[in-house]
């Protein structure tokens, strides 16, 4: 009896480190293929190195960002989901966890809107077009460095208790 509350107890915890694992590597994917659609890699033959030379091909690179914003936002629905059914009740968001939460939000959100762009029945005229590359470029730059400052600091996404 003591040894399946044991496992009952940690498989959470191994769901939680994986699911983690996987958020790490979908934001180092994500991160890099949106950089290499602007072509940094190219200019600077970062691309020349051995290895690296998928990341000076743009549709590789898209496919991959495409790719991994499904994960990422599969991750996202996941965890509010959790968040919202199980651990409301035991767990509160901090501050810094609000700022990553609306910040991660509105990077999906601005995603989503330039996904919509790529369609052949494109509803936005060029000017929009241009402030929705800015502000994505902008969540994606304000998200990084606040996930470098919480790292460094170490702030949690959410607190016990209430």
Same mark, same amino acid.
């Given at each position: 009896?003591?040894?399946?509350?044991?496992?009952?107890? @940690?498989?959470?915890? @191994?769901?939680?480190?994986?699911?983690?694992?996987?958020?790490? $590597?979908? !934001?180092?994917?994500?991160?890099?293929?949106? *950089?290499?659609?602007? #072509?940094?890699?190219? /200019? %600077? &033959?970062?691309?020349?190195? #051995? +290895?690296? +030379?998928?990341?000076? =091909?743009?549709?590789?690179?898209?496919?991959?960002?495409?790719?991994?914003?499904?994960?990422?936002?599969?991750?996202?629905? %996941?965890?509010?989901? =959790? &968040?919202?059914?199980?651990? =409301?009740? /035991?767990?509160?968001?901090?501050?810094?966890? %609000?700022?990553?939460?609306?910040?991660? $939000?509105? !990077?999906?959100?601005? +995603?989503?809107?330039?996904?919509?762009?790529?369609?052949?029945?494109?509803?936005? #005229? #060029?000017?929009?077009?241009? %402030?929705?590359?800015?502000?994505?470029? $902008?969540?994606?730059?304000? *998200?990084?460095?606040?996930?470098?400052?919480?790292?460094?600091?170490?702030?949690?996404?959410?607190?016990?208790? *209430?």
């Amino acid at each position: 009896m003591e040894k399946m509350k044991a496992e009952t107890v @940690e498989a959470p915890k @191994e769901r939680n480190r994986w699911i983690y694992a996987l958020y790490v $590597l979908t !934001l180092v994917m994500i991160t890099l293929s949106g *950089f290499a659609q602007m #072509p940094i890699f190219k /200019r %600077y &033959y970062i691309a020349d190195l #051995p +290895g690296l +030379g998928w990341l000076a =091909r743009y549709y590789v690179t898209h496919l991959i960002h495409y790719l991994s914003a499904a994960v990422l936002i599969g991750i996202v629905s %996941y965890r509010i989901t =959790r &968040y919202l059914v199980e651990d =409301r009740h /035991r767990l509160s968001l901090t501050p810094s966890g %609000y700022l990553r939460g609306s910040l991660l $939000l509105g !990077l999906i959100f601005s +995603g989503a809107l330039l996904t919509i762009r790529t369609l052949r029945a494109n509803p936005f #005229p #060029p000017e929009t077009i241009v %402030y929705l590359d800015l502000a994505h470029i $902008l969540f994606m730059v304000l *998200f990084l460095f606040t996930l470098l400052f919480c790292a460094l600091f170490k702030n949690k996404w959410t607190k016990s208790g *209430f």
